[in-house]
Each structure stands twice: as C-alpha cells, then as structure tokens.
C-alpha cells in the first residue's frame, strides 16, 4: 500500500473502508452526477486537501510598480500544498482523476499573515479501466462542472490537468505633484495601467508555462480572480485558473437535429 505521510489517519479511514461497506461522496449535483456516468465515470468520493501557511513579508518601494516575489511563492506552495494532499485522496481510492475542483482561501483569526488554504473536488475513475493519468503519473483534476466534463469528453478532449499562476504585486504610489497635476482632467494613470497589465500578464504567463510542462494543447475554463488578501491596499495578488486540455479521440457528439412538432395547434 502507498504511504501518504501528509494525509491524517482519520482521511485514510475514511478513504480505504471496505469494499463492500464503501459508500461514495460527492459534490456533484443530480445533473452532473448522471452527465459523468454517461462520460464513462464513476463518482469514488469527494477527495479534498489543505495547507494552513504563514505568509510571509516583504517590503515594497513606494513608488514603484514591482512584484513582491516572496508573497507570489507563498501563494503558490500553499496551493500546491492543499492540490497535492487532494491528489493523494485521490491516489488512496484509485481514482483517474478529480473533477469540480475548488481552490479556497480563508484567513484566520490566529494572525494577520496565516491563511488556509483548500482543495475540494471529487473524485471519478474510468469505468473501462483505461488510465487518465498524467504523465507524471498524477491523477488528472479540473474546475469543470459535470455538464463541461461530458462535453469535453464528447468532443474528443480530456482534462489533464488544473494549472494555475499566481502573482503578488505592489502598484507604485502617485505623488501629491502628480495628483495636484490631474485635478480636474481626464487622463490615463499610466503607472497604474502598466502595473496591474504586468501583474495580469505574469500570472497568465505561469498558467500556460504549467499546462506547456504537461504537454497540454489548451487551457479551458480559465478564470482571472484579483484578491487583497487583507494586505496593504496597493499590493493585489492575481491568481489565473484554468484545466489543462489534449485531444485524445475524434468527436462522438451528435450533430443537432431540426424538430418540428406535428400538431395542428396554430396560434392567431
């Protein structure tokens, strides 16, 4: 049996019941629950994971648009924490891959700088025993919805993987002579523009660096969410999502068809 040192007792009890007494969870709705079964999946369990970080500090110049790179790393390890302690749930029920993941972030009352951070989503595994996994061997995991999941499926695609990029950055403070400057006209904050353009770029950029690693096509679904986190109101993080997708069948969905009823109900 593998070791999953990260993971408590009390998730490998839950994960490794007995055959014949194990029940399923999951997040699903009705809906996505029978779209996934229809994909050729089936639900295992929901499978989650968490990091509770201290992040760390960093001093910003005033007046200069600059990434806080110690904020950005943290960040980013303590999602890759809780995503990878959610993949070996996964692991311990043999499961291909997770679908409707969610990243959570949530601050707690124990100090200004300590956050947890959560990966929830459920688990699903091939009903034909053909493997899903990435060529790192991982379990795959999307933020689809079950409805998504089977239109990709249908469409010849699958998920390969969530991939992410974060990036913390400090917009630069404008001076009293530049405000004084402004009163009264319109005109373009330039340095502000060119922060949060840089900021959103980098983050973007990372995305696609991870979905390039994992020999993806496309990255679907991505999501660009701008958070403070409770920092300084000049230091924003923004966090760009989205699944990681490769062609791996020719399409099977059906063409839409014209229907018309045959009813001679008429309408003045």
Not at 68 to 93: G, H, I, K, P
Not at 258 to 267: A, F, G, I, R, S
């Amino acid at each position: 049996m593998a070791e999953y040192s990260d993971l408590p007792q009390d998730a490998l009890s839950r994960l490794q019941q007995e055959p014949d007494h194990f029940v399923f969870t999951s997040d699903l709705s009705v809906n996505e629950f029978i779209l996934v079964e229809e994909a050729g999946f089936t639900p295992l369990g929901m499978v989650m994971g968490s990091s509770i970080y201290h992040i760390g500090y960093q001093q910003a110049n005033w007046t200069k648009n600059q990434e806080m790179t110690v904020l950005s790393q943290a960040m980013y390890n303590a999602r890759e924490l809780a995503m990878t302690r959610m993949e070996e749930e996964a692991d311990a029920l043999k499961a291909d891959g997770i679908i409707g993941v969610r990243l959570q972030v949530s601050h707690r009352e124990w100090g200004q700088h300590i956050a947890e951070f959560v990966a929830i989503g459920t688990a699903v595994k091939a009903k034909d025993g053909s493997s899903h996994r990435t060529i790192k061997g991982k379990p795959f995991t999307s933020d689809l919805s079950g409805q998504d999941f089977y239109l990709l499926m249908q469409a010849g695609y699958r998920p390969v993987s969530l991939v992410m990029g974060s990036c913390v950055y400090h917009v630069a403070h404008q001076g009293t002579l530049a405000t004084i400057r402004q009163l009264g006209q319109n005109r373009e904050l330039l340095p502000y523009t060119q922060g949060l353009y840089d900021a959103r770029e980098r983050a973007m950029e990372r995305m696609q660096t991870e979905a390039a690693e994992l020999k993806a096509q496309g990255i679907v679904g991505v999501h660009l969410h701008e958070n403070n986190h409770s920092w300084d109101s000049h230091i924003l993080e923004f966090f760009a999502v989205g699944t990681a997708v490769v062609k791996f069948q020719d399409s099977v969905m059906t063409p839409p068809n014209l229907v018309l009823p045959m009813n001679d109900n008429t309408t003045d």
